[in-house]
């Protein structure tokens, strides 16, 4: 290896990867706070500002069915690099969109594009650190990737104060362009095998992911606790800001809370790793997040104007969150080395698809009342923990 790569010890290793995977957290967070600005300047709707969250999310799914099978044959490094310029073409695009038409097709563009960061970011960590240190190095690269929604919104809110809109989405190109040079200049090649392009394989591929019923699983199980975060991130911005009256410039620290839970979470994960199986810290985190969900709703029926009592259960919501999906994408990677990037890739495929049908429905369902959306959070974690519960079960039958 050329000593200009980062060598797998490095702790700047686990800083570049946390850098990829947060290109997706930055583009969902980042704009959230302008979004009621963008309705007006746009002349739109509610729901097609929901629909703006879709289009990007509908991007980001799709084309992991593409990449995966792509990395695993090319390489992690050209994806990332071809990725990421196209995420970079779609932050421009968004920045110079006039009509909600142009801006979803940008945000889908951008989608596609923000999508190699974090789908190759944990391939090249399964690639680096093998099946039993991945849980551990997924971990610590969420904890540092948590940083992104805790600056983002707030870092939006600042600039929307002095700044149009527009400007959001160029700061995610520039960026995107510095990530493409530290990409190319620090991050070594790291697939072990190349595998085929041809149809029938990349088919069979997929058919050996999803006829395993414990990769099934632990997948729409982890994809349906990061959709319950998704529509409420998705509304946070008009319950918050046109509901209950949060201005703009503090909506940032309505997340404070959200993300400390995720780090706290991501770092009892870490801990925990090596002590406990993955599938257990898994089974905790889903039952913290349906906790968090019977407590939210129950606090907004008895204080409906109340900011805290949307705002503090959302912390034990996001703690569950950090301790599931670290070690749910060790699971799912850890009997699939050979095609570590299709497996990656499906993941984030069921991810982001449940993700982009949450937001969706929250925007219909959305009025004056902040209620639907915690509704269908409660209904998504409460089959989020039954399908861990099953993870939990299929472990112990193929490890009596």
Known sequence: M????????????????????????????????????????????????????????????VFHLVCGPLADRYGRKPILLLGTAVFVIGCLGCAVSTTIDQLLLFRLLQGIGACVGPTLARTVTRDVFGPTRAARALSLIAMLMALAPAVAPTLGGIMLLVLPWNSIFVFLAVYGAVMIVLIQRLLAESLPQRQSLHPLVIARNYRELVMDPFYLSVTVGSGLVYAGLIAYLSSSSFVYIEMLGVPVEYFGLVFLT????????????????????????????????????????????????????????????????????????????????????????????????????????????????????????????????VLALRSHRLYHLSNP
């Open 258 to 385: 959200a993300v400390a839970g995720y780090m706290i979470g991501s770092g009892i994960s870490a801990r925990l790793a090596g002590r406990f199986h993955s599938e257990q810290v898994m089974l905790l985190g889903s039952a913290l997040a349906l906790f968090a969900c019977v407590l939210i709703l129950s606090a907004a029926y008895i204080w409906p104007r109340s900011v805290l009592a949307l705002m503090l259960p959302m912390m034990f919501y996001s703690t569950g969150l950090g301790l599931v999906l670290p070690h749910a994408m060790a699971i799912a990677l850890r009997p699939f080395p050979h095609i570590a990037g299709t497996a990656s890739a499906l993941l984030g495929f069921v991810q982001m698809s449940l993700s982009a049908a949450a937001s969706a429905l929250s925007g219909i369902f959305l009025t004056d009342t902040p209620l639907p959306m915690l509704w269908a959070m409660l209904i998504i974690s409460l089959l989020a923990m």
């Open 2 to 61: 050329s000593r200009r790569y980062l060598h797998h010890e490095s702790p700047w290793l686990l800083a570049l990867l946390a850098a990829m995977v947060a290109l997706g957290p930055l583009s969902v967070d980042m704009y959230i706070p302008a979004m009621p600005n963008m309705m007006v300047a746009l002349d739109t709707t509610i729901s097609s500002m929901h629909l703006t969250m879709s289009a990007y999310l509908t991007g980001f799914a």
